[in-house]
């Protein structure tokens, strides 16, 4: 089990290691903003709830994290320990309960937290004790019904924190949380549960904006100055405060005050306090009739810039309702009212320096002929958007020549007079859109001639008549989508001289008139035909946009109803600047190979959905687009991504290949897409099997190129099973297997010969010659069994000692009869030596080795020695027979040739040297004895048996006798005429 990890490891291991095949990474629950440079990471909706698990992937180089839409409750310690480099993170609405204290441990740099839209009812006090450079703390929409005293005492660089939404009832004990966040300018503490502004401590002086709207406060209770330094103050929607509250209070620094929907009296608030009247936003303080008759008399002193009046149930506007006030500057916003007729802005006669009127979401229902005497010249923005108008009639803002910003946009108007626009020269953008228009007539806007933008969007125009712009020279922007236009007359777009966008989206316009847009070429930067019912059938060379070298950015995705159908292959010709083209959602029968060839400076081509089946995608087909960025070719049925059509892209950065029909990726192609840093194959059927183990290797790894979603794209042909992991270790078994043991034999082998040639080089020597002569011996008893032994002893003997051979031994016992076997006398010529040896070993009786200095440094001794013993140990034949010549040291015994258990086993004499008392005698005995020793049977299987027996007794007698004690019965028996038997 562990040996087949170890395996799997090792062979991964090698088979990285050798083809450097990982360029890319993902991770298991986030992706990397495309082109944020490992920055910027964002982790939503994943269905992992450990938030350990969801950011552990994440590289440490992240500044902005965003874990949103997830099912987390639970922050664990340490979560982000990991990303010191954090400096917004955002937690927002997931499902977390419980943060643990040291959750947000090394974050020093973090300056933005967003905890909002949780479960969160308790922090603990030291949660975060390490955000010394927070800035920003979102803790909106959660449980929080009290917060510990030093929960934000480290968070010395606050700027803002927001707590609205939650069930807070202690206000004082809040203040007490903050006081000594001396860089705290924001605190919102709206829609809780405050019922007072009662408080032991003093807000920081750095505080500036305090929210505390829809809370349920019925008094303020604090002390005069607590709100001295508070510069926008919003008390709104506490339906319960009132007036009196405010005796005496200090709001002189006030700037912004809002009380909307309270029970304060704007004129006694402007008695009890010193707050300067123009900060005080009206709206929703019941100021109508009388009351804003008798406002306006209070603030007559005073300079006012705006005057904010929403939501007061004003219905009608008196001609004189204003004329008490002081002159308003700049805005007067009436939105959320009752109005139903403005006239002609008769109400405003006595304020002639007004700049801005807002009447939104009132219900006027048409705007009426105004050539009246009463003239608004400083009127420069006019707004009634949301109301119920229908008609525009003729010189409707006779009264507002001065106008540069008209906005009429979402009302039914369905009749715009002619002349409604009369005189606006200065007009520059106008709003006509989501109204019920149907005709514009070529007089309409006529005047508007420093209009620089009209928007006609979402009204019912079905045909753009001739000249209707024809003098709006300075035009920039026309936006006509969302119309029912079918036609656009041949001079519809004459006189537009600078127009740079013209959007005519989700109209009905079924081709593109060249020579129409064509007189836009000097200009246009935008065209958006997206979902009109552009079709083509048949292949035709049409270049509708052949002029059009400004153009940047073209959109004819989603042709209505089944989409463009055909390309024209010429189509496209001419766009040499366009930058983005979208062809989305067309049902493409095909593009020709030269379809892009102009678009020489597309960064972004999106092609999602743009065709009918399996996209033949030709090769070449995006040869020239060596300047695009992004390719988005989602559901296109692509099969394969191949070298002759993606390979000219060396400026891609981001690749979209979801849902197409490839089963795998070649990956030395996006190898050499060497800028290419995001491919996403979302849905793609990768299989799992070898062909792709090589790229599931690739999907993990470095940095260059992220795979986003892999670990959640499963194998289209093992269901169940993701691509990530599949099994691919059997793919490069082989290879690796080969590898890997080869390596490994040749290493052991390296180290284990020096050591087997120094230890045991004469043990494998001999114990070859062993198995060959038993081997030789098998065969040739089977050969020939009856063989008699041809010699009575075959004498082993060095050159050196040949003389004492021939001049003692051999007439000493040829004399008595005995046929001895000599090497150089009766080995057969041409025969291997160690077949002599072993012949003459087996054919002898006897094996006489004359041991010498000289018979001990010969190997082939050495060998005859060895043979001899084999028959010994093997054939229970003693055939050895030692005969000294010199006397040995043991020692060297066992040096020269590790045979020192061999000798000691045997039998020896020691032939008498001349330095003998009584050599003659000696040496007759020693002659004596060698000729009995010749001469004494072993070969009969009854003496064997004897031996045997013999032997086990000697046996029985010796034993618990060590080494030492036989080596020496063995040695002091040279004279002896025993014979003794040591079997091991
Ligand atoms: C905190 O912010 C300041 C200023 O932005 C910076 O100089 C300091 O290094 C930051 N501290 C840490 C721990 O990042
Ligand atoms: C924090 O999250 C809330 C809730 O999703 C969101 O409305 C708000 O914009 C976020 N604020 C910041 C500063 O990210």
Not at 453 to 468: A, P
Not at 689 to 706: A, E, F, H, P, Y
Not at 845 to 868: D, G, M, N, P, Y
């Amino acid at each position: 089990m562990a040996d087949s990890v170890c395996r799997e490891l090792i062979v991964k291991a090698i088979f990285i290691c050798l083809l450097k095949l990982a360029f890319s990474y993902s991770f298991r629950s986030c992706i990397e903003l495309p082109e944020s440079n490992h920055k910027i990471f964002r982790c939503i909706k994943c269905h992992e709830t450990d938030i350990t698990t969801i950011v552990g992937d994440v590289f440490p180089t992240a500044t902005n994290l965003t874990i949103s839409r997830n099912n987390i409750t639970y922050i664990q310690g340490q979560s982000f320990s990991h990303l010191p480099s954090l400096t917004s993170l955002v937690l927002d609405d997931n499902h977390i309960v419980n943060i643990h204290r040291d959750a947000f441990n090394n974050l020093q740099k973090l300056k933005t937290l967003n905890l909002s839209c949780n479960h969160i009812s308790f922090l603990h006090r030291d949660v975060f004790n390490d955000l010394h450079n927070l800035t920003d703390l979102l803790l909106g929409n959660n449980n929080l019904k009290s917060i510990d005293m030093f929960l934000f005492s480290n968070l010395t660089n606050l700027n803002i924190l927001d707590l609205r939404r939650n069930h807070l009832k202690n206000f004082s004990a809040l203040v007490e949380c903050i006081t000594n966040l001396s860089s705290l300018i924001q605190l919102d503490l709206s829609f809780n549960y405050l019922t007072n502004l009662q408080h032991s401590s003093r807000l920081p002086n750095s505080l500036v904006r305090l929210y505390l709207s829809d809370n349920k406060l019925h008094k303020l209770g604090c002390d005069k100055s607590f709100l001295k330094y508070v510069k926008v103050l919003d008390l709104s929607d506490n339906t319960l405060l009132s007036s009196k509250s405010f005796k005496g209070l200090n709001l002189k620094n006030i700037k912004y005050l809002r009380l909307r929907f309270t029970n304060v009296s704007a004129s006694k608030l402007l008695n009890y306090t010193k707050i300067q009247p123009r900060y005080v936003d009206f709206s929703g303080l019941k100021l109508k009739d009388r009351a804003l008759t008798s406002l306006c008399f209070h603030l007559k002193v005073y300079q006012i810039s705006k005057m904010i009046l929403q939501s007061n149930s004003i219905g009608v506007l008196k001609k004189n309702t204003f004329c008490n006030c002081a002159n308003i500057t700049d805005v007067m916003d009436l939105s959320q009212n009752e109005i139903k007729s403005t006239g002609c802005l008769q109400f405003l006669h006595c304020q002639n320096q007004l700049k801005t009127l807002k009447i939104e979401h009132n219900h006027l229902t048409r705007l009426m002929f105004c050539n009246t005497s009463t003239q608004l010249d400083s009127m420069k923005n006019l707004s009634y958007r949301y109301n119920r108008i229908l008609e525009v009639s003729g010189n409707a803002f006779s009264n507002t020549p001065k106008l540069t910003n008209l906005e009429l946009n979402i009302n039914i108007i369905a009749y715009l007079d002619h002349k409604a626009l009369r005189g606006l020269k200065d007009l520059v953008t106008l709003r006509l859109d989501n109204n019920l228009l149907t005709d514009i007539y070529s007089d309409s806007f006529q005047d508007l001639t420093s209009l620089k933008t009209l928007n006609l969007r979402n009204n019912q125009l079905s045909v753009i008549f001739d000249y209707v712009f024809q003098n709006l020279s300075n035009l920039r922007i026309l936006d006509l989508g969302g119309n029912k236009i079918t036609q656009l007359k041949p001079h519809a777009l004459d006189g537009l001289q600078r127009l740079a966008k013209l959007y005519l989206d989700r109209n009905r316009l079924k081709e593109i008139d060249g020579t129409l847009f064509g007189k836009l070429h000097a200009t246009l930067q935008v065209l958006d035909l997206q979902a009109n019912h552009i079709l083509y059938y048949t292949e035709h060379t049409y270049s509708p946009f052949i002029n059009m070298s400004k153009l940047l950015d073209l959109k004819l995705d989603g042709q209505q109803p089944n989409g463009i159908n055909l390309l024209p292959c010429a189509f496209f010709r001419g766009l040499t600047s366009l930058k983005s083209l979208y062809l989305t959602n067309n049902h493409i029968i095909g593009f020709g190979a030269e379809t892009f060839d102009d678009l020489k400076s597309l960064e972004y081509l999106t092609l999602d959905n743009s065709c009918v089946g399996i996209a033949q995608l030709k090769p070449g087909i995006f040869k020239n687009l060596r300047k695009l960025k992004t390719l988005s070719t989602e559901n296109m049925g692509i099969k394969s991504f191949s070298e002759a059509v993606f390979g000219n892209l060396t400026g891609l950065k981001q690749l979209h290949l979801n849902r197409n029909a490839m089963m795998t990726l070649d990956i030395s192609l996006l190898d050499k897409l060497t800028n290419l840093t995001y491919v996403d194959m979302r849905s793609c059927p990768l299989s799992c099997n070898c062909q792709n183990s090589d790229l599931q290797n690739w999907t993990i790894g470095s940095k260059r190129l992220q795979f986003p979603y892999l670990f959640s794209i499963t194998c289209q042909d093992q269901p169940g099973s993701y691509f990530h992991n599949f099994l691919t270790n059997v793919c490069y078994l082989d290879i690796a297997l080969y590898l890997f043991s080869s390596t490994f034999t040749f290493t052991i082998l390296l180290t284990l010969i020096p050591l087997l040639y120094i230890k045991l080089y004469w043990k494998f020597k001999y114990s070859y010659y062993v198995f060959r002569s038993w081997f030789g011996e098998q065969w040739r008893r089977l050969k020939d069994q009856e063989e008699k032994y041809k010699y009575d002893a075959f004498i082993s003997y060095n050159s050196a000692d040949e003389d004492w051979v021939m001049e003692q031994l051999l007439p000493n016992l040829e004399g008595s009869s005995f046929q001895l076997c000599l090497h150089h006398r009766d080995f057969e010529l041409g025969r291997d030596i160690v077949d002599n040896i072993v012949a003459a070993v087996y054919s002898s009786r006897k094996t006489i080795c004359v041991v010498s200095q000289s018979f001990l440094r010969s190997e082939w001794c050495s060998l005859e020695i060895q043979l001899a013993s084999y028959r010994l140990f093997q054939e229970m034949q003693d055939v050895l027979l030692l005969v000294f010549l010199e006397p040995i040291p043991e020692r060297q015994l066992s040096t020269y040739h590790r045979m020192r258990k061999v000798m000691l086993k045997k039998t020896y004499l020691q032939w008498p040297g001349s330095d003998c008392s009584d050599p003659n005698s000696a040496k007759e005995l020693f002659w004596n004895k060698l000729k009995r020793a010749l001469r004494s049977s072993n070969t009969g299987s009854q003496e064997k048996q004897k031996m045997k027996e013999q032997n086990d007794q000697k046996r029985q007698d010796k034993e618990g006798a060590d080494q030492e004690e036989r080596e020496y019965f063995v040695n002091q028996t040279p004279v002896d005429d025993e014979v003794y038997y040591l079997m091991p």
